[in-house]
Structures are given as C-alpha cells and as structure tokens.
C-alpha cells in the first residue's frame, strides 16, 4: 500500500495546527501571565474517506524556557509503511513586563521521518533582530522588524486574544517551511460542533496565505475548553484535504495543573 494518503494527510495536520494557532494574533505582547499554562491536546487526523494518523499538541515548562510541540504520528494500515512521522518543537521565553506576557521565539526545529532533505532549524536574536534557519544545507540570515513568530509559539497569544477580543480580520508574520508568510485571517462568527466532549457552541475562523492563495483553513474553538481548536479542516481548491478532531484534552479545564511534562518519546 502507498503511504502517500498517510504522509499527506499528516504534513496537512502541521499546517491546519499552524493555521488554526495564528488565528486572532493581532498584538505579540498580549498574553496576561495568569492565562499561561500548559496543557495537552490529542487530534484524530483524516478526511471523509479514511482516518490515517494522529497528532498531539503539548506545551511544558523546561527550566528558564517554554516548550512547544508538535507530534503527527500514522495510525493502522499506514504505520507499516514507516513513513508519515512529523515533529515540530518550538523552545521560547516568556517575559512580564506591565502585566503583559511577552513570548519570544528562540529556537524551532522541524523533522519529517528522519529525512535531511526535509529538515528545518531556525534561530531567532532578538538583540539583532534577526532570524537565521537551515534547510536543505542552506543557511540564511534576515532580519525583521515587525514581531515575527514561529508556526507554533503563537498559540497561547491566540488563545489569549480570542479570550480578550472579537474582530473581523487579523494578519501576522509567521516563519514557515523555510520562509516568512503573511497570514490572513476572518472570523466567520459561531457554530454549534459535536465533539466526544459533547455538543459545544465555538467561534469558526477562516485562514489563508496572503496574496492570494488555493488552500484555506477553518478552524473551530472552543470557549467552554480554554478556546482550544476542537476541530480544523483544510481545503484545496474548496475540496476537503484534511481533517482533525479532538478525541483528548489535558488542560486546566479538565485537570487541575494542565498537562504532564514535555517528553521527546
């Protein structure tokens, strides 16, 4: 059997995940310290014809330093093939300065199945204002001026905002798969979803690549759970490509202290 349906579908979950946590980031010093804590989601990751893996998303304190991170791993049929294993892993500080957060990304990695080829690194010196990353055995340096965030570290500044506020459209600089994107989002007001935690009423929210793009995102949050994504799918050319389903949830809705600590097993 080919893994190709697998191995799509998973590296479609990284972009959903990226779509769905740059959402409402309209201000990078956003986040109030009491807001931030960790927590721990699990996604089912398909589409209308099969279910081909699944994705965990987890945040911990290590030391000084926050870590992010992203695991899409292929479930059944599809784990024989050996392919469709993604990690993504965002190391960032946290500062308080007026009783706001403000998250700094310093480090992000991402790994598809152990291929050189497809690796990412990337380092960010905020004394410089610049961001250097390696692909493909090309190391570039560019320098930023605007707040620019990793696919991952934005998370709990969009879980904040949509706590915090409520407008039409937002964008954000966003590093991704190499390059810095412009990101567009639109609220697309409230729907009713089922879940395995039950019916819940969320905010839907469109997303896409500036400049004119054949792919979008929608996501659905969840007020009830801390606004986490219950559900993200993604489209090509308005044809469903993917999507995830919440089947698990570690947070400080559902347990006391968030989620267990970071482990890279």
């Known amino acids: 059997m080919s893994n190709q349906p697998a191995t799509t579908l998973l590296k ?19 986040a109030q310290p009491a807001d931030f804590t960790p927590f721990e989601v699990e996604y089912d990751v398909g589409n209308n014809m099969i279910s ?4 965990k998303l987890q945040l911990a304190k290590q030391g000084d330093e926050w870590v992010y991170s992203l695991k899409t791993t292929p479930t059944g049929v599809f784990k024989l093939t050996g392919k469709g294993k993604i990690q993504e892993i965002s190391v960032f500080s946290a500062t308080s300065a007026n009783d706001k957060l403000e998250l700094k990304p310093q480090r ?17 010196d ?16 560019e320098s930023f001026s605007d707040p620019v965030l990793d ?25 991704d798969n ?3 994107k412009t990101m567009m989002f639109s609220n697309e007001g409230t729907e009713k979803v089922d879940t395995r935690m039950g019916p819940l009423e969320t905010i839907r929210v469109k997303s896409n690549t500036a400049g004119g793009s054949t792919r979008h995102t929608i996501t659905w949050f ?22 995830l389903k919440l089947t698990k949830l570690s947070n400080r809705v559902t347990q006391e202290g968030g989620a267990k600590p970071y482990s890279t097993k």
Do not use: H
């Open 108 to 124: 992000y990695t991402y790994r598809q199945d152990e291929e050189s080829r497809r690796s990412v690194d990337a380092w960010f």
């Open 178 to 180: 190499g390059r810095v």
């Open 12 to 30: 479609v979950a990284s972009v959903c995940l990226l779509s769905a946590m740059t959402a409402f980031t309209a201000n990078i010093a956003s």
């Open 222 to 243: 969840a007020p009830e759970l801390d606004y986490v994504p219950v559900k993200i799918e993604q489209y090509k050319r308005d044809k469903l490509v993917a999507r």
């Open 52 to 55: 081909a893996g699944s994705a």
């Open 151 to 175: 696919r991952l570290s934005v998370t709990l500044t969009v879980m904040d905002e949509l706590k915090k506020s409520n407008f039409d459209s937002a964008q954000l600089q966003v590093f």
């Open 126 to 141: 905020w004394d410089e204002n610049q961001l250097t990353y390696k692909r493909r055995g090309e190391e570039i340096t």
